[in-house]
């Protein structure tokens, strides 16, 4: 091919076995032999190479560049920088020879695309067989039942699917071997067998090892032609920790060859339930309970999904709508984190949080001059919930007591206002009692703020202090054959405080 850019032919040396070397690729690397191309290999460490060095083939190699570099792409670059440079002033024709195919696992290639357009560099890739085709070969699978291909030192459980084929490659030694165990086992049982390749297609030294998944760090013999598969599978348990499983169930349930009840909720119906389920996680981790917390807050996550399912079945919008929507609003609202801005502690995190909420308003055009400073406030959140939120907007401009003695004698002339309402009851509507009793709250509520305290994690646990307690009485009056009818209050009290000195003990 002539040109008068400057170019480079990359070539791919297939796995290993010189019969499977295509006729193209060999006439190119003869050329080296007759002067008119400089060949270059990504590594030595090949068995083509041999084949090279039989036929007295020239080629040089960036073997050193592993050694000078910290990172393998930093290695990667200095070759594709190398290469361009050598295109620029060679005379003749580069090529660049690697292993296996050279658009499968060959970052190099990836680079010399990139950059040789713009450095007036015309670029050739001519195939060669890749470890795939050895691999589909050697393990004995069809790619068309479900087939991914991993880099295994930058592998996540996120790219795990058990419905597939797995592939993984770049499994150099052990250690990459070790770290990569330990991911897959994020997915698979620890007994789950897994296929070791070592040089597949090459006589005399391919080596396929079946082992269980927590041994896959012992096998010997890891290096630049090893690959690990995972057969696909179709055990119900690992499609279980998918969230795609999650999303067909409810599916399911919701169609017409589905569940009755599900198919007849509705927003409004489910309403409750969603409260229910909540309240429900919340007493799992007062209780400190984290096998109980794994099933509520699955109780939960049902609770979203059957409502993104209902609005996709009308098609406003899907649950993948619903994360996509959050993710976005996570890192847009963490600049901090994924962005330039600093936070050193929590206060000015949520500062950051709270300017990037105001932007997203401004954006929708809201004019937020225009807004009550009580604003954004639930209408549904619990009573005590929603004081504090109330209280907290409305000390940010000022509206607040200095301090807690303050708060005290507010709750003072509260209860002097509710003693009165209550003392004279000819004077005083039922509606005013109420009134001042919710006051009397208000300013407990107040209390607990300046106390930094959670009103409602207070009240859960008197709450559950009192079940405790009174428990405790009903235990004891059962073991002495007594019921509440033959109990007076005054044998009660006495119960209430040997719990109370129980309940000491105990902690």
């Not at 050895?134 to 699978?141: E, N, T, V």
């Not at 009793?437 to 994690?457: Q, Y």
């Amino acid at each position: 091919m002539s040109t008068t850019n400057p170019q480079i032919t990359i070539l791919g040396l297939g796995t290993g076995d010189e019969d499977q070397l295509t006729l193209g690729v060999w006439k190119k690397l003869q050329l080296a032999s007759k002067e008119q191309a400089v060949l270059f290999l990504r590594t030595k460490d090949h068995p083509m190479v041999q084949m090279l060095d039989t036929n007295q083939i020239p080629y040089q190699t960036f073997d050193e560049n592993y050694l000078a570099h910290q990172t393998f792409e930093q290695v990667y670059e200095s070759i594709a920088e190398a290469l361009i440079q050598s295109a620029k002033t060679q005379s003749s024709e580069v090529i660049y020879a690697v292993p296996g195919h050279p658009m499968v696992a060959e970052y190099t290639v990836q680079l010399l695309k990139q950059r040789c357009p713009s450095e007036g560099i015309t670029l050739q890739v001519i195939g060669g067989e890749s470890f795939l085709d050895q691999a589909f070969l050697r393990f004995g699978f069809d790619p068309i039942d479900g087939f991914q291909l991993l880099d295994a030192t930058s592998l996540s459980r996120y790219t795990l699917n058990p419905q597939l084929h797995t592939v993984i490659g770049q499994v150099y030694d052990t250690l990459t071997a070790s770290d990569l165990k330990i991911s897959l086992m994020e997915a698979y049982p620890d007994d789950y067998r897994v296929v070791v390749g070592h040089s597949l297609g090459v006589t005399g030294e391919e080596q396929i090892i079946e082992v269980p998944l927590h041994e896959l760090d012992h096998v010997k013999g890891y290096g630049n032609l090893s690959l690990v598969w995972l057969p696909r599978s179709e055990q119900d348990e690992l499609y279980y920790r998918t969230f795609g499983r999650l999303h067909e169930i409810v599916q399911i349930l919701r169609s017409p060859e589905g569940c009755p009840w599900d198919r007849e909720q509705t927003h409004a119906s489910l309403r409750k339930n969603l409260i229910e389920e909540a309240y429900e996680v919340l007493e799992t981790i007062d209780e400190d309970d984290p096998e109980h917390m794994c099933e509520e807050l699955g109780d939960l996550l049902l609770q979203v999904m059957l409502h993104a399912q209902m609005e996709e079945e009308i098609g406003t919008f899907t649950v993948y709508d619903v994360i996509a929507t959050l993710n976005e609003k996570l890192i847009r609202r963490h600049p901090h984190v994924f962005g330039e801005n600093k936070a050193e502690d929590a206060d000015e995190a949520l500062v950051n949080w709270n300017a990037m909420k105001a932007e997203e308003k401004r954006k929708k055009g809201i004019d937020v001059t225009k807004q009550s400073v009580l604003d954004g406030v639930p209408r549904e959140l619990p009573g005590l919930m929603k004081a504090m939120k109330l209280q907290k907007k409305a000390a940010t401009v000022g509206f607040d007591w200095s301090e807690l003695k303050d708060v005290l004698n507010k709750v003072e002339e509260e209860l002097t206002e509710l003693r009165e309402a209550i003392a004279n009851p000819t004077e005083v509507g039922a509606q005013d009692r109420l009134e001042e009793l919710g006051d009397v709250l208000f300013s407990i509520v107040n209390v607990a703020r300046f106390l930094k305290v959670d009103p409602e994690e207070a009240i859960a646990q008197t709450n559950r202090k009192f079940v405790q307690r009174f428990s405790y009485i009903e235990d004891q009056l059962r073991l002495k054959g007594r019921s509440f009818e033959q109990t007076d209050l005054s044998e009660m009290e006495n119960l209430w405080q040997e719990a109370k000195k129980v309940a000491k003990l105990e902690s």
